[in-house]
């Protein structure tokens, strides 16, 4: 069975100031989720679900749509802030929306398949998505507790114009996730990589540390979890309009009671990504070299 593509489509850009979700990076004017897709086919996916706001649906479906009819399944699921499990009430005054793993428990009636999890606006790179197929496809992945993630070296997700966030992880020396921390203010500067904690305080990092950039490959028990999950993370933060569901949170829950272990899958790929409007020029850059290097057609879709 093939697996299928989850992106997470539904942010809405605010350091970047505009839709980076479909901003043209390629020569033909792809975006970088077009690359994504691409190496997600070559690898073995056979479905890709946009994850979007109601309010995307038409650009998505005019510039996805069309070129990927007869390249691959495509379908769309809406994070709205009133998709929610029943019984679960939405705070009035809450506008933020919830976060990637609500964006993951929404896509539940589109999916019976193991699935892949990705960010709209990270490219990750031909191999990682061969890896995370890989084991997809593999008997080891139909056991509901067994779930992975690609990772990659801190140093090497890092923007040069501003804070990031980064799911900071540590993992047993036999390649299992053991804990996953998101880390919302990390920057680099002349003194080093530091993440800004709740306080304001800054705390050292070597660079070298695992990071999850939201790769992760799931059995479809996960949005069982997820549902499970959110209605408690909803309970718990009706004062605190900001919280937000991640899915790093649902993971380090499910490791903690042993009710699922997680893979790290080592990739050669190299991350690259878009926070600010800053780091378009250096991405289109790097979309270019591997262009020139054969590594991607000039011209994607045919």
């Known amino acids: 069975m093939k697996p299928t593509l989850l992106i997470l489509a539904a942010g809405m850009g605010s350091r970047y100031g505009s839709l980076k979700q479909i901003d043209k990076f390629g020569p033909n004017g792809e975006a970088i989720i077009d690359y994504s897709i691409y190496d997600a086919i070559q690898a073995g996916f056979g479905k890709v679900v946009f994850i979007i706001r109601k309010s995307l649906e038409d650009d998505f479906r005019e510039i996805f749509g069309k070129k990927l009819q007869g390249q691959v399944e495509v379908d769309y699921v809406f994070q709205e802030l009133d998709a929610v499990p029943e019984g679960v009430s939405v705070p009035a005054d809450r506008t933020k929306p919830w976060g990637t793993a609500h964006a993951v ?24 998505f061969k890896q995370m197929a890989d084991y997809l496809q593999s008997g080891v992945a139909e056991d509901p507790k067994n779930y992975c993630m690609v990772g990659y070296q801190l140093k090497n997700t890092l923007s040069d114009h501003g804070y990031v966030s980064r799911g900071i992880c540590a993992k047993s020396e036999e390649g299992y996730l053991e804990s996953i921390v998101e880390r919302t203010h990390i920057t680099k500067s002349e003194e080093g990589i530091a993440y800004q904690d709740g ?4 705390h050292p990092l070597t660079g070298e540390e695992v990071a999850s950039m939201n790769f992760f490959g799931f059995h479809p028990s996960i949005f069982t979890h997820c549902q499970e999950q959110f209605t408690d993370f909803v309970k718990e933060n009706q004062t605190n309009i900001k919280a937000e569901f991640f899915i790093p949170t649902v993971v380090n829950n499910l490791i903690n009671s042993g009710e699922a272990q997680l893979k790290v899958l080592n990739t050669s790929a190299k991350w690259f990504g878009v926070t600010y409007k800053e780091d378009k020029e250096i ?20």
């Open 199 to 202: 306080e304001g305080q800054k």
């Open 105 to 128: 428990m929404v896509a539940a009636p589109k999916v019976n398949e193991p699935c892949a999890v990705i960010n709209a606006d990270d490219f990750y790179g031909a191999d990682s």
């Open 283 to 302: 991405a289109v850059e790097r979309i270019k070299g591997l262009v020139e290097a054969g590594e991607y057609p000039e011209k994607l879709w045919k």
